[in-house]
């Protein structure tokens, strides 16, 4: 079990006239997701929020069957809790999707989703979109997201269209978003936990304004809902022409491996002692096999 | 003027016109129309037929598989622009003869407000007219990353590429890398484990009495691996190469 502190803040910022933006602090089954909503007259509100809604519902009740409707892109790979965020996030997808297509007004609405899943003893995060994803380890700040942006996957862009914008406008192309199409690509990261590793999930309108540097500062520095505060405040001050979302989840204990038991130690001598012999036989029939070589 | 592109490896090597074409069967006996001789294209493969006005792609019960735009199909309506792979092979449909959606800003479709929301709006790329602008402009050549992966300096042979999310070091052959040698008992069962982020490799240690060691250190907590660093855990010494561009 993982244990946590946990805190989230969101705010409208400095110019938007709505708060677009959304996000989810469940503790008990430790999920908390981040959504950046975009499009329509109040489209992008609704899209965040049934991404939110949806994925919430899907991982909190267990007793819904895991259905694995596309087999087609469940990798193997992965754990049974990242197979299960993943058709999470396919849930809000369809949700938004169809209600795109049924309601006129949310037309083209979509939102990124960026998530954190607590589970056994992972780390387990997916996003779509551009919504940042941190890991603080060790006083250093790394990413666990992928951009999916057209900056980011620049190599993609085609000869036609180079040149033709800025980078800070290839920053806000998204190349996929949750509900915009009938299907959806997740970009998955599983590793595990360790005790005073530190996630943060944000929107773009709090890490376009503030470096990965200052906000593992501040997050080192502060407690988690006062880190969360000064962060909003700081993006505020730098203009604040996004909505700000932050989430900053701190891991006070997990549970390292079990510790051996003696059992397992009685139950492990033949083979250590097997393991003597296979090394010395081993290295013997090597040896052999030079000898005969030469 | 609907064609059908077979590109390998970034480059076209056949073309077929598919205005007066009904079915174009693909495989790797000698009697298709698109022959591709390469084991991983079963006998029968897959056929492309017209219904109406319209291509359709099948998949004949081929072994690997055939993908369209990324995904496993096995009967799919074909647009303009999209790509179909086959083996290693990659078809790219192209239908020009048909209207098609005119792209706003230059193959840019904003999904936002109507009318230009402003550059810190976010907008949404409209993968269609996207994707036929990449079957248009080439293949783009992907450059691979060499895995990273740890070498054995002492305790073992050869390397091991640490492709997994978490390789386990300890006593018994449970775990990806056995600790031999007389003491190896005194090790844990797993004594260490490489976890892996997006950017990242950590060692920390799990169990027992042998604790790794990096570069002379002895690791408690997560310790994050750099390039050519020395790990060191009973009689096994290994060297860690992190993930380069360029290719082993």
């Not at chain 1, 993609?156 to 190349?175: D, Q, V």
């Not at chain 1, 038991?261 to 139950?267: C, N």
């Not at chain 2, 959606?101 to 840019?108: D, M, N, T, V």
């Not at chain 2, 409209?126 to 740890?150: C, N």
Request: with cysteine; proline share 4%; net charge positive.
């Amino acid at each position: 079990m993982i244990m946590v502190q946990a805190a989230g803040f969101s705010d409208i910022g400095k110019v938007r006239k709505a708060n677009e933006d959304c996000f989810l602090l469940n503790e008990p089954i430790g999920l908390y997701v981040v959504a950046d909503g975009m499009g329509g007259h109040r489209g992008g509100g609704i899209a965040s929020q049934i991404a939110i809604e949806t994925i919430d519902g899907y991982m909190a009740n267990p007793s819904q069957e895991f259905s694995d409707a596309d087999g087609t892109q469940a990798v193997d790979v992965q754990s049974a809790a990242a197979n299960r965020l993943r058709q999470g996030i396919f849930l809000a997808n369809q949700k938004i999707y169809n209600q795109s297509v049924a309601d006129k007004a949310c037309r083209g609405m979509g939102t990124t989703v960026s998530a954190l899943y607590l589970s056994g003893n992972s780390i387990i995060t997916a996003n779509v979109g551009d919504s940042p994803i941190y890991l603080l380890r060790n006083r250093e700040i790394e990413t666990l997201y992928t951009p999916h942006t057209l900056l980011h996957e620049r190599k993609k862009i085609p000869k036609s269209m180079k040149g033709r914008y800025s980078e800070s406008r290839l920053a806000h192309i998204l190349t996929r978003a949750v509900g915009i199409r009938p299907d959806v690509g997740v970009a998955l990261v599983e590793t595990p936990c360790f005790s005073d590793d530190i996630v943060v999930l944000c929107s773009d309108g709090l890490s376009g304004k503030i470096s990965q540097e200052e906000i593992r500062d501040l997050v080192y520095q502060n407690d988690s809902n006062s880190a969360c505060r000064k962060l909003t405040d700081l993006a505020n001050q730098r203009g604040g022409e996004d909505n700000i979302t932050v989430i900053v989840v701190r891991v006070t204990s997990a549970n390292e491996r079990p510790v051996n038991r003696l059992f397992g130690r009685i139950a492990g001598i033949p083979a250590w002692i097997a393991s003597l012999f296979g090394a010395k036989n081993r290295s013997r029939a090597e040896s052999l096999v030079k000898k005969a070589a030469k | 003027m609907i064609r059908m592109l077979v590109k390998y490896k970034d480059r076209t090597i056949k073309e077929f016109a598919l205005d007066r074409i009904d079915t174009l069967s693909i495989g790797r006996n000698p009697n298709h129309h698109l022959v591709i001789d390469n084991y991983a294209v079963s006998g029968n493969h897959a056929v492309i037929f017209r219904e109406g006005n319209r291509f359709i792609l099948k998949d004949t019960h081929s072994k690997n598989g055939t993908f369209l735009n990324g995904l496993t199909v096995q009967q799919a309506n074909l647009k303009n622009g999209d790509l179909i792979t086959i083996g290693k092979h990659t078809l790219v449909f192209l239908d020009h003869g048909r209207s098609r959606p005119r792209p706003e800003q230059g193959g840019l479709k904003t999904s936002g407000l109507p009318g230009d929301p402003g550059p810190d709006h976010t907008m949404f790329m409209d993968t269609e007219v996207y994707r036929r602008m990449l079957a248009e402009s080439g293949d783009i050549p992907e450059i691979p990353k060499a895995p990273a992966y740890v070498a054995f300096l002492a305790g073992g042979n050869g390397r091991f590429d640490l492709a997994k999310s978490m390789i386990t070091i300890g006593r018994s052959h449970r775990c990806d890398i056995v600790i031999g040698g007389f003491f190896s008992f005194l090790a844990g069962d797993p004594a260490a484990a490489i976890s892996k982020t997006p950017q990242h490799h950590y060692i920390s240690g799990v169990s027992g009495w042998i604790k790794p060691k990096v570069n002379g250190q002895t690791v408690h907590g997560p310790v994050r691996l750099k390039d050519m660093d020395i790990i060191k855990i009973g009689v096994v010494v290994l060297q860690y190469a992190s993930e380069g561009p360029a290719a082993p």
